[in-house]
T-cell receptor, first 114, second 108 residues
Framework: DSGVTQTPKHLITATGQRVTLRCSPR?????VYWYQQSLDQGLQFLIQ???????AKGNILERFSAQQFPDLHSELNLSSLELGDSALYFCASSPVGTGTGELFFGEGSRLTVL | KNEVEQSPQNLTAQEGEFITINCSYS?????LHWLQQHPGGGIVSLFM?????KKHGRLIATINIQEKHSSLHITASHPRDSAVYIC??????????WGAGTKLIIKP
């Protein structure tokens, strides 16, 4: 158990819909990273938050947004969903924001868009 | 050319064999991570290295900063070691650059 909690574990929805994925980092970890992994693909970095502020942005689509709340949990919002958004979405937390710390991954949220 | 290259892409071995997975990178790094992703999808961080060698149980990770190369070794491999092993490096901007992964299958 990494200490990182992601909900929901599985989500099936239709094209055009909007979903919210939630991540609770390890206790005390200030950084949260979001990654997307499409079928048989590597991990694609989406966005990083550190102590409530956006720290780094990767290949995140404009239809996607994220935020980190004062209690350090984070949400990833995916809107106007397309079939190609079907993927595993991972959240990872780290104690530091500079990227020198170890990463701890959640179990992932599997999104299926029909 | 990718900034992080892993080899081999796929590896099948018999139980008990000594396994080596390689990772080469072309950028300056502050750290290198080895991670394991099981068939169910969960990702576990195995090692974070900036120099030398680390050992945890049957797993050993080494890094040669001058040669920009790291290896992950598994001794006395077991079918439960079957997974995708991913190398990722932190560049000078502290961004993670991911390798494509090595799919390892250990047959009983």
């Amino acid at each position: 158990d990494s200490g990182v909690t992601q909900t929901p574990k599985h989500l099936i929805t239709a094209t055009g819909q909007r979903v919210t994925l939630r991540c609770s980092p390890r206790s005390g970890d200030l950084s949260v990273y979001w990654y997307q992994q499409s079928l048989d693909q590597g991990l694609q970095f989406l966005i990083q938050y550190y102590n409530g502020e956006e720290r780094a942005k990767g290949n995140i689509l404009e239809r996607f947004s994220a935020q980190q709340f004062p209690d350090l949990h984070s949400e990833l919002n995916l809107s106007s969903l397309e079939l190609g958004d079907s993927a595993l979405y991972f959240c990872a937390s780290s104690p530091v924001g500079t990227g020198t710390g170890e990463l701890f991954f959640g179990e992932g949220s599997r999104l299926t868009v029909l | 050319k990718n900034e992080v290259e892993q080899s081999p892409q796929n590896l099948t071995a018999q139980e008990g064999e000594f396994i080596t997975i390689n990772c080469s990178y072309s950028v300056g790094i502050s750290a290198l991570h080895w991670l394991q992703q099981h068939p169910g999808g969960g990702i576990v961080s195995l090692f974070m290295l900036s120099s030398g060698k680390k050992k945890h149980g049957r797993l050993i990770a080494t890094i040669n900063i001058q040669e920009k190369h790291s290896s992950l070794h598994i001794t006395a491999s077991h079918p439960r070691d079957s997974a995708v092993y991913i190398c990722a490096v932190r560049d000078s901007n502290y961004q993670l650059i991911w390798g494509a992964g090595t799919k390892l299958i250990i047959k009983p």
